[in-house]
């Protein structure tokens, strides 16, 4: 079976295919990093217009990259949420007109399942069962994965998700747009010893997460320096160290308890934080010093990306799931209340 996949849930526009037998065949990802970045952030109206614009011609770059006829296109998955309702609509609207055009199923794809099933894309890919933890700018989630379809939410974040919390915090110290990435190059020439932030949620039991008030300390910390007229630029690197350290270590805690209460060897990583460097050489150690494992994807496939979303709408469609010839996007979407595979 061979899908194709789009992916407009916020300011990237993704499309890929994906093959049973040839794997990932093409895919390609575009970001409105440069439209945004002068509001500091997502304005929603432009990004579903700049989605209009851009996803009809990356469909053809894909298909002629791939070398792939419209004709040998099984079946067509979109996102159908959770993220941004316009852009949500963009990508539903032609993703199931083609579908009807082509005479093939179509099938509305979880956008946080893509990000969970993204490390099945690479060699090795890890066995059911596992714990997930999905990190992104959106969502931050600990889950039990029994299979595609079977998830039980551990815990999550109650507040700014880690992602979020990276660019608030990151805007805090005057870093450009996106804040995340940038904040995490100026932690490399952080002083580690200077600054100890809280490990929020860490000293009492639970999974949950709380990150929000990371950035009220690091505003602190800031607020305090610049009133002692210290060298502001190392205070900058200083507080970005601390606060990497402490949403690292964060989660690594939470994962170790996650792993322990689950009784699973494997985890997986996924979400734009996944791609973190400092986060993934901590993950490995822990799980190498448990006799477990880590699995993420490639750091292109960290972002959101058409890729994750053809393979998680391929797993659907070749077990018999698809949707009606009407469509519609949820903003808000449970990952637990989510068909297993194989469900009617």
């Not at 037998?21 to 109206?45: N, R």
């Not at 432009?46 to 791939?66: C, N």
């Not at 963009?90 to 099933?117: F, I, K």
């Not at 606060?243 to 792993?259: D, G, H, N, P, Q």
Request: charged content about 20%; proline content about 6%; some cysteine.
């Amino acid at each position: 079976m061979r899908v194709l996949g789009i992916e407009t849930s916020c300011d990237e526009t993704g499309v890929a295919v994906y093959d049973s037998d040839a794997g990932l065949m093409a895919h390609a990802v575009y970001s409105q990093i440069e439209l945004h970045a002068e509001y500091g952030g997502v304005v929603p109206e432009l990004a579903s217009r700049d989605h209009v614009r851009k996803l009809l011609p990356m469909i053809r770059q894909v298909l002629d990259d791939g070398g792939i006829a419209p004709g040998s296109i099984d079946g067509v998955a979109y996102t159908a949420g959770p993220g941004l309702v316009g852009a949500l609509l963009v990508g539903a609207a032609l993703g199931r007109s083609l579908a009807w055009a082509w005479g093939v199923p179509a099938v509305a794809v979880h956008h946080m399942e893509g990000h969970l099933l993204a490390p099945m894309l690479e060699d090795p890919a890890p066995a059911f069962p596992f714990v997930a933890l999905l990190v992104s700018g959106g969502h931050t989630q600990l889950v039990a994965v029994a299979g595609v379809g079977d998830y039980r939410i551990l815990g999550e974040s109650v507040d700014d998700a880690a992602g979020e919390a990276f660019d608030k915090t990151a805007k805090i110290l005057e870093l450009p747009y996106p804040g995340g990435p940038a904040l995490a190059q100026l932690a490399e020439r952080g002083d580690p010893a200077r600054y100890r932030f809280p490990r929020p949620m860490t000293d009492r039991p639970g999974l949950d997460f709380s990150f929000s008030g990371l950035k009220t300390f690091a505003l602190n910390a800031l607020r305090d320096e610049l009133a002692a007229r210290d060298d502001l630029e190392q205070t900058r690197a200083d507080i970005a160290r601390a606060f990497e350290e402490a949403v690292v270590e964060t989660l690594l805690i939470k994962c170790r308890r996650a792993v322990e209460a689950a009784g699973v060897t494997r985890l997986v990583m996924s979400g734009g934080v996944s791609a973190n460097r400092r986060l993934r050489a901590r993950m490995d150690a822990m799980m190498r010093e448990r006799g477990g494992e880590v699995f993420y994807p490639r750091p292109a496939l960290c972002t959101d990306n058409g890729a994750m979303i053809a393979f998680a709408g391929h797993q659907r469609l070749a077990a018999g799931q698809h949707e009606p010839l009407g469509f519609q996007v949820r903003p808000r979407w449970a990952l637990d209340g989510l068909p297993p595979v194989g469900a009617d």
